[in-house]
């Protein structure tokens, strides 16, 4: 339960998760001059960012009640999605401290670090699930996943689309141009290679919504508002929880930032990944080009010296070279003369 900002009734879970904390749609409607998506969403940042500035102790006490509340919910037919990054790994060990039974279902890419698999597999309970096709595969058939998810869609829409999609992806909407290419990765239309967004839907989404078919559980999973602006929109417009819908999930330490996860794992001891304490920042894909341009060494670089077989591969056998010399992406750290 938390409190309506409009009228601080208490609200109720499932209608929490529908009007992003307000009590009913009436509740909307009492801010004046704004629509009623633009009221919600003004109310969503403003209880993303009163969350995001609690103490790391509030915290864990709203994430606990979260948790209780999904578990509640859903009969505890709940799971926790376990990709053995440090934000999972502190919302399996929350979990687990109040539900020591609720499985972890790690998500085998075979694009996983070796050292990510290895921690991920040596926790209890853990079920490990596999996608249809490899990267390789995926790379082939649908295509890279360069920049961004979004960015990604729109190259990918724009090549493969209608006219009125490519005016569309090209122009964008309304006064503000959005939902476009942007202006500096337009040459990647004409890029001699494949690029969508399809990878983590076959890779990642497919497998685990399969094991929601199997098993009818419901996941949470350990995503923070603050790493990409998608994220920060899906929480403003859900909050933690989305009960109703298609796709119900739960994400406790959505109002969490980095400092805290690190601060929760020093405080409480958490065991993590040894791949943080090597430089690693992102403990995703191995290959993953979403975001490599804002990375500097980037991650590829970085594998080189970590991983050389891994990426030799990539280089001589997936074409990760092409893609990163279009990109104008270093593949390899200079070495002083
Ligand atoms: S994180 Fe990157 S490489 Fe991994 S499944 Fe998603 S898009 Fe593919």
Redesign the pocket.
């Known amino acids: 339960m938390t409190t309506c900002p409009v009228c601080s009734r208490l609200v109720k879970p499932a209608k929490e998760a529908r009007w992003q904390g307000h009590c009913t749609r009436d509740c909307y409607r009492k801010r004046p001059g704004l629509t009623r998506r633009q009221a919600a969403n003004v109310a969503g940042y403003r209880t993303l960012v009163q969350r995001q500035s609690l103490p790391l102790e509030a915290k864990v006490a709203m994430s606990i009640r979260r948790i209780r509340e999904w578990y509640a919910y859903w009969d505890g037919a709940v799971y926790v999605a376990f990709s053995g990054g440090k934000d999972s790994t502190v919302l399996l060990h929350l979990v687990r401290s109040i539900y020591p039974e609720v499985p972890a279902v790690f998500i085998n890419?075979t694009?996983e670090y070796p050292e990510i698999r290895r921690f991920a597999t040596t926790h209890e309970n853990v079920v490990s699930v596999h996608p249809k096709k490899s990267?390789h595969r995926v790379v082939v058939e649908h295509g890279w996943?360069v920049i961004s998810k979004e960015q990604a869609k729109y190259i990918f829409q724009y090549r493969n689309g209608s006219a009125l999609m490519r005016r569309r992806r090209w122009e964008g909407y309304g006064p503000e141009r959005s939902y476009r290419i942007a202006n500096k990765w337009r040459f990647l239309v004409d890029a001699p290679f494949k690029i969508s967004n399809y990878?983590?839907a076959v890779?990642?989404k497919a497998p685990s919504q399969i094991y929601d078919k199997r098993t009818g559980r419901k996941p949470m999973l350990g995503m923070l508002a603050e790493d990409s602006k998608l994220r920060k929109a899906l929480y403003v417009m859900h909050g933690c929880s989305t009960f109703t819908g298609k796709k119900p999930k739960s994400t406790p330490l959505g109002f969490w930032t980095t400092e805290d996860v690190w601060a929760y794992i020093r405080s409480r001891r958490v065991p993590y990944c040894s791949l943080y304490d090597h430089g690693v920042k992102s403990t995703?894909?191995m290959?993953?080009l979403?975001g490599v341009h804002m990375e500097s060494p980037n991650r590829i670089q970085l594998l080189k010296e970590s991983h050389p077989k891994i990426w030799r591969w990539g280089m001589n056998e997936l074409g990760l070279r092409a893609v990163m010399e279009y990109i104008n992406l270093p593949c390899e750290l200079k070495r002083e003369p």
Do not use: A, E, I
């Open positions: 890419t694009m990267f996943p990878c983590c890779l990642k995703g894909c290959l993953c979403f």
